[in-house]
């Protein structure tokens, strides 16, 4: 009966700890990515609505990115989404990327950002525009 026992323990601590790094690794998952690097030059600029956008193209091989500031006023958004899109000669949409901005803190009015998108070579020019944004208890488009 000890043995019984002792191995009920020892598999009771083995569910334990397999559940504690399940939820560990569950969390590192939700996490937040990596903070943007934001260049000191900011070259571009973006006005819509309540938003000014200054920000950067960075191209690589495989994907382009936006990378920036987003500045409100005065208000600090709950979340804003930003889509940022590759237009060919015509002006129609050939890539597409989306990103959703969220301040770290509760008075952020300056808010780091970067969204990407995959190249599809057709591209002559990048936009970048506010999707929707909300405001602490609003919703706006």
């Known amino acids: 009966m000890m043995i019984a026992r002792a191995s009920v323990r020892c598999a009771g601590r083995g569910v334990r700890w397999l559940l504690g790094l399940g939820l560990l690794v569950t969390l590192a998952g939700c996490a937040p990515g990596p903070r ?3 260049p000191a030059d900011l070259p571009l600029t973006t006005r819509e609505d309540i938003f000014e956008i200054r920000w ?3 191209k690589e091989a495989t994907v382009v990115r936006a990378v920036g500031l987003l500045n409100t006023q005065n208000v600090t958004p709950a979340q804003v989404t930003l889509g940022f899109y ?3 000669a015509e002006g129609r949409i050939v890539s597409r990327g989306t990103s959703w901005v969220r301040p770290s803190d509760f008075s952020s009015r300056s ?3 970067r969204v990407e998108l995959t190249p599809t070579g057709q591209e002559t020019k ?3 525009r506010v999707l929707e944004y909300r405001l602490s208890n609003m919703r706006s488009n």
């Open 36 to 38: 943007a690097m934001i």
């Open 126 to 128: 990048f936009e970048l």
């Open 56 to 58: 950067a193209l960075q």
């Open 86 to 88: 590759g237009l060919n």
């Open 111 to 113: 808010l780091p950002f």
